[in-house]
């Protein structure tokens, strides 16, 4: 268990060390929303390559409409979102924003000729349109596993996004944010398939929603308990009560996924559930880790610690 | 520690990051022993780079009515009120440290954020699209978004007027010199004689603030001698580049993006085709 911060930890008029993230809700939506494009564009994958026509639309298209909302809503959180393009001068390993950017670029392109496959049907068969209706559901096919190739690195570096950043709470989580959001991302998917696919098909969505919720619910705990005074902030507060929201919906989910074998209505609910434990998990991770920003302890006293146990590691400190 | 990367350890940054011949790496000293808190460099800062208002604030905090570096405070001098018996000011200009390993230049997305050949960080302000990523990756708190304009500003070690041979605006400014400006290896030296000075002349708090080219961000190029802890100005005690993690951190995710596909495939591997059905 963590120990409360001592009494004495000095700051400045108890003004934060470093700066809180200045991003609006819009990000903590994205991590759901690019979460789910990913989740939905493997679930379309394993759906095609099984024949599950049904299941694969719902994932392709969703895969689709949530990418597109993603980037959306990357750009209106830009302080100059005129100069989105920028993002596109340069690709920096060292960036994680930057190999965000062109994973879902990449990603974005691939999922919507995939979703474009689903609609060829209704175009119609004669002329120019007609030849883009004949070549459309291969393309699609290709884009859609394209899509799903790329969908664990759109999964999983959000993790990365916010851990590689002086946020106490969210870089000392760096072991555990990816796996955390990539569970998140198959669960939220899955509730997406739970709610639109009939339950013949729906049998891989619903090992799906357990295998990723058990996966975002031992990450959640992993945050509350194992980062000493950094997990206060998981904890406490709106984050806390967000992330406890998060475990109780997922569970109940979870719970769902397993009974609504035979009932649309209960598949349906359970879904609902999944997709709600997703984004309160997500908004909770995010606030959490502004909260660790804005008290100055969350920054002081764990390097005060590393840096007594190291010892004076030069003659005029300390 | 960990050795020598571009990512984290001791180096000169500026052929890090690719001058084949630059001149000597410059930065600041800031001796807070002889700061008499008249904040001249505040203002000549705002002044040469027209770095707006922020209107008329009284924080109630000391002389402090500047209250941090912000996008539209680029040096900022903290007053602190100490009774330790005796009542005392400690007064400091903080400053961007112009990290070796600057963790804001390193999640710059755009290439807005650049290495000069002086070794210092600047914001290209017709690049920047305010993605913000910089903001919370500083270990010091120092680069921020400007309200109404969008983008991320901070000190250019006044990199228009160092490229013409001429001292920053705000060591120009300072009267007793407490803000030094210079090549850092020189500085560097200057700093160890005046620690040295102050230690037998009876102040043993006196030390130096990131100096050390061993420390977690590979030494800053302002750096400072302070007259008690760190956290006490409002400075990190031990910061570390995010960065350095960063490594160990792409492994964690493709770990985890390994644990993705095995969950796919293993969710539709066990389920008899629909279709397929007897």
Same mark, same amino acid.
């Given at each position: ?51 599950? $026509? ?41 960036? $994680? ?13 691939? *999922? ?8 060829? *049907? ?14 459309? $559901? ?39 944010? $990816? ?116 008290? &100055?302890?969350?920054?002081?006293? &764990? ?11 030069s003659p005029h400190l300390? | ?26 930065g600041f000293f800031t001796d807070t022993s002889v700061c ?56 400091m ?78 060591a120009?400014?300072c009267?007793t010199e407490s803000i030094q400006f210079g090549?850092l290896d020189e500085l560097r030296e200057r700093a160890e004689r005046r620690i040295e000075r102050l230690h037998s002349d009876g102040v043993p708090e006196a030390r130096l603030y990131g100096h050390d ?9 302002a750096f400072f001698l302070l007259l ?26 493709? #770990?985890?993006? #390994? ?20």
């Open positions: 268990m963590s120990e409360p911060a001592p009494s004495g930890s000095a700051s400045y008029y108890g003004r934060p060390v470093i700066k809180a993230p200045v991003w609006g809700r819009a990000i903590p939506t994205y991590l759901f929303t690019g979460g789910l494009a990913a989740g939905a564009a493997l679930l379309a994958a394993g759906a095609d390559l099984t024949g599950r $026509p049904v299941l694969r639309r719902t994932g392709r298209v969703t895969a689709a409409g949530a990418v597109g909302a993603s980037i959306c809503l990357l750009v209106s959180d830009l302080g100059r979102p005129d100069r989105f393009h920028h993002l596109l001068r340069v690709a920096k390993p060292t960036s $994680p924003l930057s190999v965000g950017t062109w994973v879902i670029t990449a990603f974005g392109t691939a *999922s919507g000729v995939a979703a474009a496959g689903e609609f060829a *049907s209704r175009l119609p068969r004669r002329g120019p349109l007609g030849t883009l209706g004949t070549l459309l $559901p291969p393309a699609g096919r290709v884009a859609g596993l394209a899509a799903a190739g790329l969908a664990p690195a759109l999964a999983t570096y959000t993790g990365v996004l916010l851990a590689d950043t002086a946020v106490p709470s969210w870089h000392e989580a760096y072991p555990h944010l $990816p796996r955390l959001f990539g569970g998140s991302a198959l669960a939220s998917a899955a509730g997406v398939a739970l709610i639109a696919a009939p339950l013949a098909e729906a049998e891989p969505a619903r090992r799906l929603a357990l295998a990723g919720m058990a996966l975002e619910l031992a990450g959640t705990r992993t945050l509350e308990r194992r980062l000493d005074l950094l997990s206060e902030p998981y904890r406490n507060g709106r984050a806390g009560r967000l992330l406890r929201a998060g475990r109780v919906l997922g569970a109940a989910g979870m719970a769902g996924a397993v009974l609504g074998r035979r009932s649309r209505i209960v598949a349906a609910l359970s879904g609902v559930a999944l997709l709600a434990a997703s984004v309160a998990t997500r908004f909770a991770i995010y606030e959490a880790g502004v909260a660790s920003a804005t008290d &100055p302890k969350y920054t002081v006293t &764990p390097q005060r610690e590393r840096r007594d146990q190291r010892g004076p590691s300390g | 520690m960990d050795g020598t990367t571009s990512l984290s350890g001791p180096l000169d940054p500026a052929p890090d990051a690719g001058y084949p011949d630059p001149p000597p790496r410059m008499i808190g008249c904040k001249a460099c505040e203002v000549a800062c705002k002044e040469w780079n027209e770095v707006p208002a922020t209107g008329l604030d009284l924080l109630g905090t000391s002389f402090d009515n500047t209250g941090a570096l912000t996008a539209n405070s680029w040096r900022h001098v903290a007053f602190v009120e100490q009774r330790r018996p005796d009542f005392r000011w400690l007064m200009s903080d400053v961007c440290k112009h990290c070796t390993h600057a963790a804001c230049l390193d999640v710059c997305p755009t290439g807005a954020l650049f290495r000069t050949e002086f070794g210092t960080v600047v914001i290209q302000e017709d690049i920047c699209n305010g993605c913000g990523y910089c903001i919370p990756a500083c270990p010091y708190g120092v680069v921020d978004q400007r309200e109404g304009d969008g983008r991320a500003w901070k000190c250019t070690l006044c990199y228009d007027r160092v490229g013409v041979g001429k001292t920053p605006a705000c120009q400014a009267p090549p080219p061993g420390d977690g961000v590979g030494g800053d190029g008690d802890e760190p956290e006490v100005y409002g400075l990190p005690p031990d910061p570390v580049v995010t960065t350095r993690d960063l490594p160990r951190m792409w492994r964690r995710a493709g #770990l985890a993006a #390994l644990t993705v596909v095995a969950a796919v495939a293993a969710a539709f591997a066990g389920c008899s085709s629909p279709g397929r059905r007897s």
